[in-house]
C-alpha cells in the first residue's frame, strides 16, 4: 500500500480508537490509556505495520507538544484558590517521592542489575525514574471521578518531578563526565531558577493574553490564536531556562480562572468573558487528538527484549509501586477529605515519554574519543536504560488503568 495511504488510514483508525477508548471510559470508569497503548503495541512491535526507529526521532517534538497542551488544558480545569491551598502538600508528595524512588530504584539497579557498575550508573536511572509523567497524570487526573482537592495536587505533583527528573539526571551525567562532583548549591539554584523563571512567565502571559482576549474573543480563529501563544510561552520559558511545562499550566490557571484573577487583582471585570466555552471546548479537542497520538507511541516504541529485561522492569515497576503507596501516606497525613482517596492517589504512579526520552540522553555519550571513560559503559548500558525505561511505562500504566476502577468501586462499596 501507498505509505501515504497508509499512514491517512492508521492516523484515522487512531482518532476513531481514541473516541471510542474515551466513550467507553465515560461509561464504564475504565480509563482509555490502555486500549491506546496496546494499539501501538499492535502496530509496532508486534505487526511491524510501523517502523519504531524511523519515529523514534519525533520523541522529543511529539513530548513537547503532548506536554504544552495537555498542561494548559488541565490548568483550565483547576480552581485557583485549590492551587494556593493544595502546592505545600502536592510538593511534599512531589518531593518525597522523587526522594524514595531514587533511592529504591539506585538500590535495586546497583545490587540486581548492574552490580559490576559504578554507582553513578544506577544513580543515574533512578534519577530518569524518579517521577510520574505530568501527560499521563495530568490526563487521568482530569477524566477520573476524584475530588477537585486530589486532582490538583496530583496534577502540581507531576508537574514538580518533571523538573526534578530532568535536572537531577543532567546532574548526575555531568558528574559521570567530569569525573567530579556538581556542588549542590548549583544543583539547587537551578531547581530555583527553572520552577521560579517558568511559574512567573505563566503568570505574564496569562495576564497580558487575558488582556488581549477580551478584545479580540470575537475575531476570527482568536481560539488558534491563543494556542500559538501558548507554544509561544512555552518555548521563551525554556529558552531562558525556566520549567516551559509549569509556564503552560500557570497560564492554563490563569485563562481558566478569569473572573477569580480579576477578584483577586481588584480590577473592574468585564460584562463578558474573554474565556468562552467555545475556547475551552476547542483546547480539550486539541488536547484529546495529542494525547491520543501520545499513548500509541508509547506503544510503538517499546521494545520487547529477552524475558530478563521484562521481568526486571516489572519487578520495578511494583517496587515503585510500593514506594509510591509509602509517599502518598507520608505527604497526606492529617488530611481526613484525602484519607479514602490515598489508594488511588498510590496507583497514579504513569511514568511517561519524559523517562523514554531521558533514557535516550547516555546514547550522546557513546563516543569514545571525546568520552573515553564514561563511553565504554554507556555504551553496553544505553539499551538497558531505554529498554527498561519503556517496559516500565508500559507497566505502571496497566497498574494505574486498572488499579484505578478497582480501587474506585471498593471506595463506593
Known amino acids: 500500500m501507498d505509505p501515504v495511504t497508509l499512514a491517512l488510514i492508521l492516523g484515522g483508525s487512531i482518532i476513531v480508537i481514541g473516541f471510542l477508548g474515551n466513550y467507553l471510559f465515560e461509561r464504564t470508569g475504565f480509563p482509555d490509556m490502555l486500549w491506546l497503548i496496546v494499539l501501538g503495541l499492535l502496530l509496532g512491535p508486534v505487526t511491524g505495520l510501523v517502523d519504531a526507529g524511523s519515529i523514534m526521532s519525533l520523541a522529543p517534538y511529539l513530548a513537547a507538544l503532548a506536554l504544552v497542551f495537555i498542561l494548559f488544558d488541565g490548568g483550565m480545569a483547576m480552581n485557583i484558590y485549590r492551587v494556593f491551598s493544595e502546592s505545600p502538600r502536592a510538593a511534599v508528595l512531589a518531593v518525597a517521592g522523587f526522594a524514595m524512588n531514587v533511592v529504591a530504584t539506585t538500590l535495586f539497579m546497583m545490587y540486581i542489575v548492574i552490580p559490576d557498575k559504578p554507582l553513578l550508573y544506577s544513580l543515574l536511572f533512578g534519577t530518569i525514574l524518579g517521577g510520574s509523567s505530568s501527560i499521563a497524570v495530568i490526563s487521568l487526573a482530569s477524566r477520573i471521578k476524584i475530588s477537585e482537592k486530589c486532582s490538583t495536587i496530583l496534577s502540581i505533583e507531576s508537574a514538580i518531578t518533571d523538573i526534578l527528573c530532568i535536572v537531577f539526571s543532567l546532574a548526575v551525567i555531568e558528574i559521570i563526565l567530569k569525573g567530579t562532583a556538581v556542588d549542590l548549591t548549583t544543583i539547587g539554584q537551578s531547581i530555583a531558577s527553572r520552577f521560579s523563571t517558568g511559574a512567573v512567565l505563566g503568570v505574564i502571559f496569562g495576564f497580558i493574553w487575558l488582556s488581549i482576549l477580551k478584545r479580540i474573543a470575537k475575531a476570527s480563529y482568536a481560539y488558534m490564536l491563543t494556542l500559538a501563544v501558548v507554544l509561544l510561552a512555552y518555548a521563551f520559558s ?176
Do not use: W
Open 238 to 413: 525554556e529558552f531562558l531556562g525556566g520549567s516551559g511545562s509549569l509556564c503552560s499550566l500557570l497560564f492554563g490557571i490563569m485563562l481558566g480562572n478569569e473572573k477569580e484573577i480579576y477578584k483577586i487583582l481588584k480590577m473592574e471585570r468585564p460584562p463578558n468573558t474573554a474565556v468562552d466555552a467555545g475556547l475551552k471546548r476547542f483546547e480539550s479537542e486539541v488536547a484529546f487528538l495529542l494525547r491520543t497520538f501520545f499513548f500509541v507511541y508509547i506503544g510503538l516504541i517499546v521494545t520487547i527484549g529477552n524475558i530478563i529485561t521484562v521481568i526486571t522492569g516489572v519487578i520495578l515497576s511494583l517496587i515503585l509501586l510500593l514506594v509510591r503507596f509509602g509517599a502518598v501516606s507520608f505527604a497526606t497525613v492529617h488530611s481526613d477529605e484525602l484519607k479514602k482517596e490515598r489508594p488511588i492517589m498510590g496507583v497514579v504512579l504513569t511514568r511517561g515519554l519524559a523517562a523514554a526520552v531521558l533514557a535516550t540522553l547516555p546514547l550522546q555519550y557513546t563516543d569514545a574519543t571525546k568520552y573515553p571513560e564514561a563511553a565504554p559503559i554507556f555504551q553496553a548500558l544505553s539499551p538497558l536504560y531505554i529498554n527498561l525505561a519503556v517496559i516500565i511505562i508500559l507497566a505502571t500504566a496497566i497498574i494505574a488503568t486498572v488499579g484505578i476502577p478497582l480501587l474506585k468501586r471498593r471506595t463506593e462499596k
